[in-house]
C-alpha cells in the first residue's frame, strides 16, 4: 500500500526554521519524483517545491527560492523539505506527493487525482509575525 507521512510543521516565530520530512512506503522512492504543496487557508493548494528521481533536480516556488532546500534520502525513503526564514505567508498545510508513472515524472507538476497520484495527509505549519 502506498503511504506517504509528513511529519515535523509546527508554530514557528517570523524568521524562523522547520524541517519537515515525507516518509514514503510501498513504492521505491528513488524511482519517483516527490513534490511538496501547501494549503493556505482558503486558497487552493500550491506547488512549494519539487525534487526529481532521475537526476535530483529541484524547483522552488519563486516565493520561497532561497529559503526552503528539499532534498531526499533514497536508502531511508525519505524526503526533507528545510524551511529557513519563514514568514507568516507560509502558514498553511504542508503535503508530499507522487505520481507513480512509468516515464519520469518532471518537476514541477501539477495535482491531477488520477489514481495513480498520491499524497499524504498534510503537516501544519503556522509563522506567527
Known amino acids: 500500500q502506498v503511504q506517504l507521512v509528513e511529519s515535523g510543521g509546527g508554530l514557528v516565530q517570523s524568521g524562523g526554521s522547520l524541517k519537515l520530512s515525507c516518509e514514503v512506503s510501498?513504492?521505491?522512492?528513488?524511482?519517483?519524483?516527490i513534490g511538496w504543496f501547501r494549503q493556505a487557508p482558503g486558497k487552493e493548494r500550491e506547488g512549494v517545491s519539487c525534487?526529481?528521481?532521475?537526476?535530483?533536480?529541484?524547483y522552488y516556488e519563486d516565493s520561497v527560492k532561497g529559503r526552503f532546500t528539499v532534498s531526499r534520502d533514497n536508502a531511508k525513503n525519505v524526503v526533507f523539505l528545510q524551511m529557513n526564514s519563514l514568514k507568516p505567508e507560509d502558514t498553511g498545510v504542508y503535503y508530499c506527493?507522487?505520481?507513480?508513472?512509468?516515464?519520469?515524472?518532471?518537476?514541477?507538476?501539477?495535482?491531477?487525482?488520477?489514481?495513480?497520484?498520491?499524497w499524504g495527509r498534510g503537516t501544519q505549519v503556522t509563522v506567527s509575525s
Open positions: 525534487i526529481m528521481n532521475s537526476d535530483g533536480s529541484t
Open positions: 506527493a507522487t505520481r507513480l508513472t512509468v516515464a519520469t515524472l518532471r518537476c514541477p507538476f501539477t495535482l491531477l487525482h488520477t489514481p495513480n497520484e498520491h
Open positions: 510501498g513504492f521505491t522512492l528513488d524511482r519517483y519524483t
